[in-house]
């Protein structure tokens, strides 16, 4: 059995074969690979996991390419009638249209506002953890809703009456199937361009939390988890995560 020195986690093993930290998440859960359990967390071996995977393994990035015939902007998302059962973003000028979220989701951002209110309460009582539906404006041809987010004490000129016209320091988006790619690629690359420092992305369904963070102008991946780990943050001191409580109240009720 391979020493603790020799384990490697989930996003050290996803650089490694160039796949996303998401895909090894699967392998596990699916026991494609192997793994060891060190309390609550996974860890793994290099060479024993290409061995089981045969080879290397490439993922390429989803392509996607959108020419609309009309650059949507704010004032034409405020003149949109209002659809019941949906929701609408407006993504580099394109307009977004999806379902409303369902019973899981809504119970999983209420369990991690809870998190996000509580520790911030305390390290900036002045800053604001707000929630969907809000809109969040970029350059007048974004426009987003993050599931969750945080405005530091900092930034409070961007705290408009409707809106927030500004990169907060963190959006949160928690994904549903239809949505996980939207919020993979599309706003992940807004949420980069505009600046906003971190963005998490919460998967109920694949029971992930992945945190980015800007680094040199990219995001970077500094911690994330699966199942029941807890997820401590490095740039929020004392910041940590329980996942097995956010997929307890979504389990549960």
Same mark, same amino acid.
Request: with cysteine; hydrophobic share 40%; proline share 6%.
């Given at each position: 059995?391979?020493?603790?020195?020799?384990?490697?986690?989930?996003?050290?093993?996803?650089?490694?074969?160039?796949?996303?930290?998401?895909?090894?998440?699967?392998?596990?859960?699916?026991?494609?690979?192997?793994?060891?359990?060190?309390?609550?967390?996974?860890?793994?071996?290099?060479?024993?996991?290409?061995?089981?995977?045969?080879?290397?393994?490439?993922?390429?990035?989803?392509?996607?390419?959108?020419?609309?015939?009309?650059?949507?902007?704010?004032?034409?998302?405020?003149?949109?009638?209002?659809?019941?059962?949906?929701?609408?973003?407006?993504?580099?000028?394109?307009?977004?249209?999806?379902?409303?979220?369902?019973?899981?989701?809504? +119970?999983?951002?209420? /369990? &991690? #506002?809870?998190? $996000?209110?509580?520790?911030? !309460?305390?390290?900036?009582?002045?800053?604001? =953890?707000?929630?969907?539906?809000?809109?969040?404006?970029?350059?007048?041809?974004?426009?987003?809703?993050?599931?969750?987010?945080?405005?530091?004490?900092?930034?409070?000129?961007?705290?408009?009456?409707?809106?927030?016209?500004?990169?907060?320091?963190?959006?949160?988006?928690?994904?549903?199937?239809?949505? +996980?790619?939207?919020? /993979? &690629? #599309?706003?992940? $690359?807004?949420?980069?361009? !505009?600046?906003?420092?971190?963005?998490?992305? =919460?998967?109920?369904?694949?029971?992930?939390?992945?945190?980015?963070?800007?680094?040199?102008?990219?995001?970077?991946?500094?911690?994330?988890?699966?199942?029941?780990?807890?997820?401590?943050?490095?740039?929020?001191?004392?910041?940590?995560?329980?996942?097995?409580?956010?997929?307890?109240?979504?389990?549960?009720?």
């Amino acid at each position: 059995m391979p020493t603790e020195k020799e384990l490697i986690p989930a996003q050290t093993l996803a650089h490694a074969l160039d796949l996303s930290v998401e895909t090894i998440w699967r392998y596990t859960r699916e026991k494609k690979i192997p793994y060891v359990e060190l309390g609550k967390q996974y860890r793994y071996k290099l060479a024993e996991v290409i061995a089981a995977l045969s080879g290397a393994v490439q993922e390429k990035a989803a392509a996607y390419t959108t020419e609309p015939t009309k650059k949507y902007t704010y004032q034409d998302y405020l003149e949109m009638p209002e659809e019941p059962g949906c929701r609408f973003e407006i993504l580099d000028g394109i307009l977004v249209r999806e379902p409303s979220p369902n019973v899981m989701h809504q +119970r999983v951002s209420r /369990r &991690l #506002q809870r998190i $996000l209110e509580d520790y911030f !309460a305390v390290a900036d009582p002045q800053g604001e =953890v707000l929630d969907a539906p809000l809109d969040v404006t970029f350059h007048d041809i974004s426009v987003v809703q993050p599931d969750l987010l945080y405005v530091a004490a900092g930034q409070k000129m961007i705290v408009q009456d409707t809106r927030i016209d500004g990169p907060p320091t963190l959006a949160v988006e928690i994904t549903s199937p239809a949505s +996980r790619r939207k919020d /993979r &690629l #599309q706003k992940l $690359l807004i949420y980069q361009k !505009a600046k906003v420092q971190h963005y998490w992305i =919460v998967d109920p369904e694949e029971r992930t939390l992945e945190c980015f963070a800007l680094r040199d102008g990219v995001y970077a991946l500094l911690a994330c988890g699966m199942d029941e780990e807890t997820v401590e943050h490095p740039c929020f001191a004392g910041l940590t995560v329980e996942l097995k409580r956010l997929w307890g109240v979504a389990l549960n009720g």
